[in-house]
């Protein structure tokens, strides 16, 4: 099983639309979680943090189930701006007691008129 | 100049050639990082240094040679590099705790580089 996993896509949506996904991760001793967004051919930017209460930011709502071992992000009234590879990172634990930030593959979001 | 920026934007050199990427950082963070994305791939963690001290090398060759004089620098020097290396390199920073576990991170906008 992959550390961080996250389905594609593409995901197609019409304008106004209301779209999830969901991004699983393998090592339940995992901290630090946060969803990116990476416009074609730029850098990824951080879209938001994740806390195990769930958090919000407009029309963004992220949130962790660690029981499950997923994070996902909801987008609300879906905008064409809205079009980019979604990209979840996790800290994963390694030998010694260290972290090192993992990605995902990204999920792509197609948000049409 | 503010963020993370990264030199230089592009770079086109042959598999002899021996070049190197720049990467600085202006906001103070303890730890710096080197991604590579291919084309289809996901986000291939490269190196770690926290505190400029080198924590993680992710089993890359030796062609990739990292370098961090001090917590604002980091260089990437490349030598008879192969075509399969073509991609963009992404150096990033973000600020890490005691258990390194860090709290964001902050991209340069990367160096887009071909290996011909």
């Known amino acids: 099983r992959k550390e961080v996993e996250q389905d594609p896509g593409p995901f197609n949506v019409p304008e106004g639309a209301t779209v999830a996904f969901n991004c699983t991760y393998s090592?339940?001793?995992?901290?630090?979680f946060f969803w990116y967004r990476q416009d074609c051919r730029k850098e990824p930017k951080l879209l938001m943090s994740v806390y195990s209460s769930g958090n919000e930011d407009g029309r963004f709502t992220a949130q962790l189930n660690r029981a499950s071992q997923y994070i996902s992000l909801l987008i609300r009234d879906s905008k064409l701006s809205d079009s980019a590879t979604y990209l979840c990172?996790?800290?994963?634990?390694?030998?010694?007691?260290?972290?090192?930030?993992?990605f995902g593959r990204g999920t792509s979001l197609i948000v049409h008129p | 100049e503010t963020g993370v920026t990264q030199t230089p934007r592009h770079l086109v050199m042959g598999m002899t050639n021996k070049k190197s990427l720049k990467c600085e950082q202006h906001l103070g963070h303890n730890a710096m990082y080197w991604y590579k994305q291919s084309a289809k791939k996901p986000l291939e963690l490269m190196f770690v240094y926290n505190f400029k001290e080198q924590t993680e090398n992710n089993s890359v060759p030796s062609r990739f040679s990292p370098e961090c004089p001090n917590s604002s620098h980091l260089f990437l020097h490349l030598h008879t590099l192969q075509p399969e290396d073509s991609a963009l390199y992404l150096c990033?920073?973000?600020?890490?705790?005691?258990?390194?576990?860090?709290?964001?991170?902050?991209f340069g906008s990367g160096t887009r580089l071909t290996v011909v």
């Open positions: 990172v996790v800290n994963s634990p390694r030998a010694g007691g260290s972290y090192i930030p993992t």
């Open positions: 090592n339940s001793a995992s901290q630090s």
């Open positions: 990033a920073s973000s600020q890490v705790d005691i258990y390194q576990v860090a709290y964001g991170y902050t």
